[in-house]
């Protein structure tokens, strides 16, 4: 069997299993258009075309620095996706004879250009203006059986790009670091994944690097069960797959644990490709019909009681104006999240320079008490080590200060509202921001040799002699004597010492001075980074709050306007449409059971 004959076997979703549940959504979606529900009938329109297509999605998503992309141009055999790039855009690899590029590029009004490039370089055409997304395809077995690999952007890339690739995919691949385990934070954004994508796999990449991967991948099993996250944990070393590759060694390849996440993809993806996009679709579908059944209830409990008609009005127009007044730029967690913010920039800033004017102190008094010529590289390093120390710290005490700040705005929305996920600023590498901070400053003054302290010594004592010897010639004494030499000596000696005193304080000088420029300079860097990290957390808090409350005023607005109509339209057909609006009822709730009856196959 060719290659091509391959995929289409493998990709093909059973038109048999998939025909009920197509119904299901077409019936579903003319139910929200018929409700004035075009936002709900957008998305059942994408969960369609994820049913309709044949092939299964796989999005690779995660943090910035954690090995996503090496770990995609692993799972394809090809570097199709830039490792150490600041350009971020979505990448989207599939099956083909060979191996080709095509950049997607905007040309305004909606118009899209597909231009092909070099497939082993591609990486000058993404630097150019308008690129929307990435489209390769390689002749991989497993892009074969079917699956196609789509690389979400990092941290530089829109946020709205990679929601809308989970929420279009069959499979995710969340990738951290074997280096430590799952933050909260990152528990609430595998929440939120699973929220969209129920068939999610946490890839724990870099084990290669950290011995001690084996007792964090138990840490994270126990961490996604305490959270009802009932997620694989699958240990990889992308980089060692690779290398295993390129010098054919099977054992190594093994031991980098990339064959047995394709193998695990293969059983539990591809060959269950019809379940998992049902048990993804079924997921929107009970969404959906919740909303639809709010508007629907409030507006048949509203026809059934008239008596209750204040009432009932009164409770939702009370539920509209705090979803409205949440909304507004004057709410209270608006100013609570604008206030947190700014109060914990200045902290955050004070915290760095009060850890690094301690430090400074600390350095000092070192350079006090010795002579800084003498182990200066061996401070040096000591020096950055324990700044890095402080740079840490200083970040993870903004890090838990976001997540306090998070809660606090959090309090301000309905308990059940979940809080967001957000980026941790906790550093892996302190060394990654400290990386533009230039080295400490080497002593110049120490660089003096033999000769001038020679010299001075030399003057001082002839000086000395001179001096003394023309005092002990009016004794009739010769000018070299016994009492001029001991002049001479004791001069040249005290002239020697006070040069070496000299020395020693300018070298105390010149090192605190250059310890004093170096702090300047991390202060600066330093500074700069935390502050754009603190400006993402809270436009990510604003984002995510800001759609909660436009939900919520928009649920409140049609179930305030369905109550409203059935009071003023209807009149002497209440009967009849409350007959039509438990008919409505019936069918979301056979809509539903449908649907479980899917799953439960």
Same mark, same amino acid.
Request: hydrophobic share 45%; glycine share 6%.
């Given at each position: ?339 947190? +913010? =700014?109060? /914990? ?11 690094? #004017?301690?430090?400074? %102190?600390? &350095? @000092? ?121 001991? +002049? =001479?000596? /004791? ?11 000299? #020395?020693?304080?300018? %070298?105390? &000088? @010149? ?91």
């Amino acid at each position: 069997m060719s290659a091509a004959a391959g995929l289409k076997a493998a990709t093909v979703k059973h038109p048999d299993a998939m025909a009920p549940l197509i119904r299901i959504l077409d019936e579903l979606r003319e139910m929200a258009r018929a409700a004035g529900r075009d936002d709900l009938g957008g998305r059942l329109g994408m969960v369609r075309a994820r049913v309709t297509d044949p092939r299964v999605r796989l999005v690779v998503v995660g943090e910035p620095k954690h090995g996503m992309s090496t770990l995609v141009n692993s799972l394809v055999g090809a570097p199709v996706s830039a490792t150490d790039s600041a350009l971020s855009v979505p990448v989207i690899v599939e099956y083909g004879p060979k191996s080709s590029a095509n950049l997607v590029q905007s040309r305004g009004n909606g118009q899209v250009e597909r231009q092909a490039v070099d497939p082993l370089n591609p990486g000058p055409a993404l630097a150019a203006q308008g690129v929307v997304r990435a489209e390769f395809t390689e002749p991989s077995p497993l892009l074969a059986d079917g699956i196609v690999v789509m690389d979400a952007p990092g941290a530089a890339g829109d946020e709205h790009t990679k929601w809308s690739m989970i929420a279009a995919a069959d499979a995710v691949l969340y990738v951290v670091d074997a280096g430590r385990e799952l933050a909260p934070p990152q528990l609430e954004h595998l929440q939120r994944i699973q929220q969209l994508c129920p068939t999610v796999i946490c890839v724990l990449n870099k084990i290669d690097r950290y011995p001690q991967w084996s007792h964090v991948q138990q840490r994270n099993r126990d961490l996604l069960d305490a959270a009802g996250l009932g997620f694989a944990v699958a240990p990889v070393s992308a980089l060692l797959h690779q290398q295993a590759e390129t010098s054919g060694d099977y054992q190594r390849d093994i031991e980098s644990g990339m064959p047995q996440l394709i193998d695990h993809l293969r059983d539990y993806v591809v060959s269950r490709a019809d379940a998992v996009a049902i048990e993804a679709a079924v997921r929107d579908i009970r969404l959906v019909t919740d909303h639809l059944a709010v508007t629907t209830r409030s507006e048949a409990e509203a026809l059934r009681d008239p008596r209750r008609r204040a009432e009932v009005t009164e409770q939702l127009s009370a539920a509209r104006n705090r979803a409205e007044e949440l909304r507004q730029r004057t709410a209270s967690w608006q100013v609570t999240l604008m206030d947190g +913010a =700014a109060e /914990l920039t200045a902290d955050v800033e004070h915290d760095l320079r009060h850890r690094l #004017r301690s430090l400074v %102190r600390e &350095a @000092e008094a070192e350079i006090a008490q010795t002579d800084p010529a003498r182990g200066w590289k061996a401070f040096a390093t000591e020096l950055d080590a324990r700044i890095c120390e402080a740079v840490e710290a200083n970040f993870a005490m903004a890090h838990y200060r976001s997540v306090e700040l998070c809660e606090q705005v959090a309090a301000r929305f309905p308990a059940d509202q979940r809080t967001p996920p957000l980026p941790d600023m906790r550093l892996d590498n302190p060394g990654e921001v400290l990386e533009p901070v230039a080295a400490l400053d080497s002593l110049e003054s120490a660089k003096t040799g033999f000769t001038q302290p020679f010299l001075s010594s030399l003057l001082r004592a002839y000086g000395g002699l001179l001096m003394v010897g023309v005092l002990t010639s009016l004794l009739g004494m010769p000018l070299v004597n016994w009492y001029s030499g001991a +002049a =001479a000596l /004791l001069l040249g000696a005290n002239a020697l010492w006070e040069e070496r005193k000299n #020395r020693q304080a300018r %070298r105390r &000088a @010149e090192a605190k001075l250059a310890v004093a420029r170096l702090v300047d300079d991390v202060v600066f860097q330093v500074g700069k980074d935390s502050r754009n990290r603190l400006r993402a957390m809270q436009r990510a808090l604003r984002d995510h709050f800001t759609d909660i409350a436009s939900d919520t005023l928009r649920t409140a607005e049609e179930s305030l306007r369905a109550a409203e109509d059935a009071f003023d339209k209807y009149g002497d057909r209440r009967e009849e449409r409350i007959a039509e609006l438990d008919g409505r009822m019936g069918k979301l709730r056979a809509v539903r059971a449908g649907a479980e009856e899917l799953v439960a196959a």
